[in-house]
């Protein structure tokens, strides 16, 4: 721990001397005392608190949305079998495709507005959590399910008692994932079709070269990243413990 500190103080702290001492222009690249004044100024107007509010809540609610709908298309594949060798080239065709090409689409048929940066965030986290969960189920114990079947149990049965159970790590770590994928789907959405947000704040500072502005929004965002990655492991903690 104490290392970690050192060498981000020992960043920041270069960072300021090679701005004062003119080894780079503080202008292009800032210096972390007038980041901190950015922040300040954000935060005695109230806009920080707007901004960060606007994306965490964008990012938390693609994660759920996105985590929900990856598990619930994850267990109709496996669920008919069918579906799953007709669905599959779709999905891997769906994960290869950049989903910032998605934007404008999302623009013309939802408008810029919180319902196209939701679709963005969604869009980013909903195939890898398919891709993800799918090929957990797939991996379960073929002996597990037989004997269940051989006992009479229902196809719903095993999926309740032997599958879910036996894939909840997979379906954790599909959370760890998703909740990076989330807030970079938002980021992007909010550099499309936002008027408030980080992500916005980034677009907005490099328009006018307030590179401080840029900077500090970029430094809020690495925290929120960090701070949700810790939620989820701390949620991650507690389901371990349970079982």
């Keep these: 721990q104490l290392a970690r500190w050192a060498v981000l103080l020992a960043g920041f702290g270069l960072w300021e001397l090679a701005a004062r001492l003119r080894w780079i222009d503080p202008f292009i690249m800032s210096q972390p005392s007038r980041v901190w004044a950015a922040v300040v100024r954000l935060a005695s107007g109230g806009d920080l608190w707007l901004h960060l509010g606007i994306t965490v809540g ?37 994960n290869s495709i950049p989903k910032v090409a998605l934007g404008p689409i999302f623009i013309v048929w939802l408008g810029t507005n919180v319902r196209a940066v939701l679709a963005m965030a969604i869009a980013i986290s909903v195939i890898v959590t398919v891709l993800m969960v799918f090929s957990a189920f797939r ?26 159970p036996a894939t909840v790590p997979t379906m954790i770590a599909s ?9 970079v789907g938002t980021i992007v959405g909010e550099f499309l079709a936002s008027k408030a947000g980080l992500g916005y704040l980034i677009i907005y500072g490099g328009q006018v070269f ?3 502005l840029v900077m500090a929004a970029v430094i809020l965002l690495a925290l929120v990243s ?14 371990v413990r349970a079982r």
């Excluded at 114990?141 to 309740?160: C, E, H, M, R, W």
């Excluded at 959370?175 to 807030?183: A, D, H, I, Q």
């Excluded at 960090?226 to 389901?239: C, D, F, H, K, T």
């Design 139 to 164: 991996e379960v114990d073929p002996n597990k399910i037989k004997l269940l079947q051989t006992f009479g149990a229902s196809k719903g049965q095993v999926l309740v008692k032997v599958i879910i």
């Design 58 to 94: 964008e990012t938390v609610a693609g994660f759920v949305l996105g985590t929900l709908l990856g598990v619930g298309v994850a267990i109709v594949l496996w669920w008919s079998p069918f579906w799953s060798d007709v669905a599959e080239p779709y999905i891997v065709m769906l």
């Design 226 to 239: 960090i701070a949700l990655y810790y939620l989820v492991s701390y949620l991650e903690s507690r389901v």
């Design 175 to 183: 959370l760890k994932v998703n909740v990076g994928l989330s807030l």
């Design 210 to 212: 307030n590179m401080s």
